[in-house]
């Protein structure tokens, strides 16, 4: 190995470190007294692809504060950890709703076929923003089995609700077709 090589290797190892010091930093933070800290430390996680970033926010769906419960989906989604996925599952029944229409979301964006019972289930909520969070989810998903339960959408009084049943089953026969 040559000089040049041993130097690289260092930076590469100083930027290891520093990012294990920077997750374990953030880590910390989710469970700050601060909202805004707890925010930002879930935002930034989102962002990591670390197996600590996963873990840390599974444990953090049990915040007392909604907004970053919400922020938290979000970040699992954006990882795509199926470890997220049975977590995030048990929230679905959660009151509130941008905490359920998080969720489909971000089970969608984790494109496991475990989400598809529970999630086709939400396509019956009772409110617009989760049934079409819903149907987008299982378009995402790929499942084509879902077809017959995302075309009643088709017909919802809300516009929301039908825009995401149509994109839902282009996506799904994309699937099948390709």
């Not at 925010?39 to 197996?51: Q, R, V």
């Not at 970053?68 to 989906?73: C, G, L, N, R, T």
């Amino acid at each position: 190995m040559d000089i040049r090589e041993e130097d690289q290797m260092e930076v590469v190892q100083r930027r290891v470190l520093r990012e294990g010091r920077n997750i374990d930093i953030l880590v910390e933070q989710l469970t700050h007294v601060s909202i805004p800290y707890r925010l930002k430390a879930a935002t930034e996680l989102g962002k990591i692809h670390h197996p600590h970033a996963s873990a840390a926010l599974i444990r953090s769906l049990t915040d007392p504060e909604s907004d970053v419960v919400f922020v938290v989906i979000k970040s699992l989604g954006a990882i795509g950890d199926p470890v997220a996925v049975e977590p995030l599952i048990h929230c679905l029944d959660h009151a509130d709703r941008w905490i359920r229409r998080g969720v489909a979301a971000a089970l969608g964006d984790i494109r496991d076929p475990r989400a598809i019972p529970p999630l086709c289930r939400l396509l019956k909520d009772e409110r617009a923003e989760v049934r079409a969070a819903a149907a987008e989810a299982l378009g995402k998903i790929g499942d084509p089995a879902v077809s017959e339960l995302i075309r009643p959408l088709l017909d919802d009084e809300k516009d929301i609700v039908q825009d995401a049943a149509w994109e839902a089953l282009r996506l799904l026969s994309e699937r099948t077709e390709g």
